[in-house]
């Protein structure tokens, strides 16, 4: 049996046996979580709860401050800026913000691919919080939401990390991108959906995390696997043989306007003031 497929049968079977260790949530992202949970809390005591990161603390003001944010007026403090933000974003938004501290090896070669991971989910979650923008503005009474898809979109790909962990075990297999981006795409999503239940993250998210690449699964629904999807077919990472095609399948269902889009200056003025949250 090759190394390659020796690692898949391990990564399956440590899948099906429930044994794969999967990455824990970041510990600011749990203590702000289980705040937000706390019916007692107030915007203070969620301040006090992010101001112990400090790196944290500072990406909040700067999303407080986005253009995205539609306000002119600048914050600048974090008691301000979570004022602004208010709690009900803050939960999905810290936990958003924290995921980034996943993406790190000391190894360097994984670190290769740990960032080039993560600058495809950004670059995925960008368009996507952009598009569920522009379909927000025409569909007001939806229980979608910003904050969300905010976080939605920075999860979906959570899967890759125990396979770049496991495969760090098999340096060999690294001479062979095309066997990981197979493992990846075979396995990425079952491992994501693992990930997202041991985070008890709410349903929405699991169904991200472990359907955004099964081309069977479609929803009749409008939902956040399709912000994901539009994100990751405009930026080339969901392949297709046709994107004019594959994207005009969201137009029939409502959730872009046109195909055309993605290029129209108004849009393009948006897509820049997200890109700003995560600079």
């Known amino acids: 049996m090759s190394t390659e497929n020796a690692l898949l049968t391990i990564l399956t079977d440590r899948i099906n046996n429930d044994t794969l260790v999967l990455p824990t949530l970041p510990e600011i992202a749990v203590r702000v979580r289980q705040a937000a949970d706390d019916p007692e809390i ?12 400090p790196a944290l603390a500072a990406r909040m003001i700067k999303v407080a401050n986005s253009a995205f944010m539609g306000r002119s007026v600048k914050v600048n403090t974090l008691n301000q800026a979570v004022t602004r933000i208010g709690l009900r974003q ?6 958003a913000m924290a995921m980034e501290q996943l993406f790190v090896s000391n190894n360097k070669l994984i670190k290769t691919y740990m960032d080039k991971a993560w600058q495809k989910t950004l670059k995925v979650a960008c368009q996507a919080i952009t598009t569920m923008d522009f379909y927000l503005r025409v569909n007001k009474h939806t229980s979608l939401n910003r904050d969300t898809i905010t976080l939605a979109s920075l999860v979906f790909n959570i899967g890759v990390l125990p396979i770049l962990t496991e495969a760090e075990r098999h340096p060999e297999v690294f001479a062979n991108p095309s066997f990981l981006a197979h493992a990846i795409q075979k396995l ?34 409008v939902c956040y696997v399709d912000f994901i999807r539009v994100g990751a077919i405009v930026e080339g990472i969901l392949q297709v043989s046709d ?10 269902k409502g959730v872009i306007k046109e195909v055309n889009m993605f290029a129209d200056d108004t ?13």
């Open 42 to 53: 107030n915007l203070m005591q969620m301040a006090d709860v992010i101001s112990h990161d």
């Open 90 to 95: 803050i939960k999905n938004i810290a936990t």
């Open 188 to 221: 990425g999503g079952k491992i994501g959906g693992a990930i997202m239940r041991e985070w008890e993250f709410t349903d929405e998210f699991v169904e991200v995390a472990e359907s955004w690449a099964n081309p069977n699964y479609r929803p009749e629904h």
């Open 243 to 252: 994107k004019s095609a594959a994207l005009k399948q969201y137009e029939e």
């Open 267 to 279: 849009y393009l003025s948006v897509l820049e003031d997200v890109k700003t949250m995560f600079a």
